[in-house]
């Protein structure tokens, strides 16, 4: 059910964007299984571009390219990440961010598990 409002307000979102001539990346929400039968949710946030974040269990970091960077939850993410996202004001949750994190950063975010 979350994962269809989140799709629901990313088309919005991506058609008013467009319109304006805005270049942000609307971030997905997914939800999944993980090998062990528990659920997850996550986003990914991309390199060299603004992005608004769904609020998801996990985030992936990618760079340009598709390669992973990192993966943290959300909240290790918000804390480490230099750039810390910004609330955006919207139903469901979405972070905007403008910025990509450090090396070092990424680095204490670390490879961890989906």
Not at 28 to 47: I, K, L, M, Q, W
Not at 73 to 99: L, N, S
């Amino acid at each position: 059910m979350l994962e269809a409002l989140f799709d629901r307000q990313k088309e919005a979102l991506e058609a008013d964007y467009e319109k304006e001539g805005v270049d942000v990346f609307v971030a997905s929400f997914t939800a999944g299984r993980r090998p062990d039968g528990s659920s997850v949710s996550y986003g990914v946030r991309g390199e060299g571009v603004e992005t608004l974040l769904p609020e998801a269990e996990k985030l992936a970091i990618m760079r340009e390219g598709g390669a992973m960077a990192a993966i943290g939850t959300f909240e290790r993410v918000k804390e480490i990440a230099g750039d810390p996202p910004e609330d955006a004001g919207m139903c469901p949750p979405r972070w905007r961010t403008r910025g990509f994190p450090s090396m070092e950063q990424i680095e204490r975010i670390g490879i961890g598990q989906m």
